[in-house]
């Protein structure tokens, strides 16, 4: 397995944060347009698509959220020096894997397994 780098620190700390300022900004212009727009419709139709349409960014901007704070614990485990060190088992995470997920707290025989239990389990 590849090991991590500190260039590769330095690169993962970049796109986290650059990623981070990018969630954070867009979050920021979806409370100041759904604070500012104070539309109504007459029409109880397009009162239900303008309703529809305002919960669907809300539903992204959830997951946007969890992403935030996926993005800031990564950036915290970077700062304590524990990124890149499986929350399961202890073991380094590839770097392909942390290339493709930097935000994953799991190598990926910790992660095959919990979902293989999730799916048996229905959880």
């Not at 993962?12 to 954070?24: D, M, S, W």
């Not at 060190?85 to 073991?91: F, L, Q, R, T």
Request: aromatic share 6%; charged share 25%; proline share 2%.
């Amino acid at each position: 397995m590849e090991a991590i780098h500190p260039q590769d620190i330095v690169y993962f700390k970049n796109q986290l944060t650059e990623q981070l300022n990018e969630l954070l900004t867009m979050a920021e212009k979806t409370v100041s347009t759904l604070v500012q727009s104070g539309e109504w419709a007459a029409d109880p139709l397009d009162q239900a698509a303008l309703e529809s349409d305002r919960n669907y960014t809300l539903r992204i901007r959830d997951r946007e959220s969890h992403l935030i704070r996926k993005i800031t614990t990564a950036l915290a485990k970077i700062e304590d020096g524990s990124f890149g060190i499986c929350e399961s088992c202890g073991d380094e995470i590839s770097l392909a894997r942390l290339k493709a997920r930097p935000v994953t707290a799991y190598c990926i025989q910790c992660k095959t397994q919990m979902e293989a239990f999730e799916k048996v389990s229905g959880a």
